[in-house]
C-alpha cells in the first residue's frame, strides 16, 4: 500500500503501510533534514519523533516543510498541550506510552490521529470501549512480547498493535508475523550514536533493511 503524505488517511492506514515506524530521538535540530531524508531514501516515510527534547517539535516543523515524502509522528506524548503543539508544528499522528481521559480530550481537541499506549487487558479493553481499535503495546519485550500478543488475539480479535520497547531487527519478524500486528516501532534504525556521527548512508541501509522485514516474517510464519 502507498500513502501520499499530502492526503488524509486513518492512522490504521498510515501505520498498516509500513512494517516500521521508526522512533527518533532528535537532539540537534540540524540534523533533522538529513535524517529524515535518510529514511525516506530507506523506504521508510513514516517517522516517530519523540518529544524527548527541546529540539523535537523543530524538527517536526523544519521536516514538515522541507521532506513532504515524510508522514511525521510525535511520540512520548504524556502531556495534553503536547497535542496542540505537534499539530501546529506538522505532526499527523501522536505516540503516548499509555493513556489517560485528559490525553483523550486532547488529542480529540486538536483533531490529531492518536495510538495510545497499553500494558495490560485491562487497559486494552478499556481503550477499544473508547473506540480504539489500534494501540501501542508497551513496553512490549518487558510485557510478555510475542507470546503475550498471540495469547490475546483470541480475546480482542478486532484489535491491533503496534509493539514498540525492546523491538529490534532480530526479534521484528516474529512480531509482523502476528495476525494482530500493524508494525513494530523501533529506535535501533537511528541510533543516537549514527545521529550524532552523521552517518546518513547506514542510517538508510538499516532503513531498507527494516523496510524488508514484513517479507521475512510472512516467509517464517
Known amino acids: 500500500m502507498r500513502i501520499d503524505s499530502r492526503e488524509t488517511h486513518s492512522l490504521s492506514e498510515l501505520l498498516g503501510a509500513t512494517p516500521v515506524v521508526p522512533v527518533l530521538v532528535v537532539e540537534r535540530a540540524r540534523d ?7 529514511l525516506v531514501s530507506g523506504g521508510l516515510c513514516v ?18 516543510e522541507s521532506i513532504p515524502e515524510a508522514i511525521l509522528g510525535v511520540g512520548s506524548v504524556i502531556e495534553p498541550a503536547q497535542f496542540a503543539a505537534a499539530a501546529k508544528a506538522g505532526a499527523r499522528f501522536a505516540v503516548s506510552p499509555g493513556a489517560t481521559a485528559q490525553l483523550q480530550a486532547a488529542a480529540e481537541a486538536a ?8 500494558q495490560t487487558l485491562s487497559e486494552m479493553l478499556n481503550l ?4 480504539h481499535r ?23 480479535p478486532d ?10 531487527y532480530a526479534n521484528a519478524p516474529n512480531y509482523l508475523a502476528l495476525s494482530n500486528v500493524s508494525c513494530v516501532g523501533g ?3 537511528a541510533p ?25 516474517a510472512r516467509e517464517t510464519s
Do not use: M, N, Y
Request: hydrophobic letters at 50%; proline letters at 6%; a positive charge.
Open 192 to 216: 543516537p550514536t549514527l545521529i550524532g556521527e552523521r552517518r546518513w548512508d547506514e542510517i538508510s541501509a538499516l532503513a531498507r533493511a527494516a523496510r524488508a522485514l514484513r517479507q521475512s
Open 128 to 131: 477499544r470501549t473508547s473506540g
Open 111 to 118: 483533531k490529531l490521529p492518536w495510538l495510545p499506549g497499553a
Open 47 to 64: 517517522l516517530e519523533i519523540t518529544l524527548r527534547t527541546d529540539a523535537a517539535l523543530t524538527a517536526v516543523r523544519e521536516i514538515a
Open 159 to 168: 484489535v491491533r498493535f503496534c509493539p514498540t520497547g525492546g523491538i529490534s
Open 134 to 156: 489500534l494501540i501501542k503495546f508497551f513496553p512490549a519485550e518487558a510485557s510478555g512480547g510475542v507470546e503475550f500478543l498471540r495469547s490475546i488475539a483470541g480475546p480482542l
Open 187 to 189: 529506535s535501533w534504525i
Open 32 to 38: 533533522a533534514l538529513d535524517l529524515a531524508a535518510a
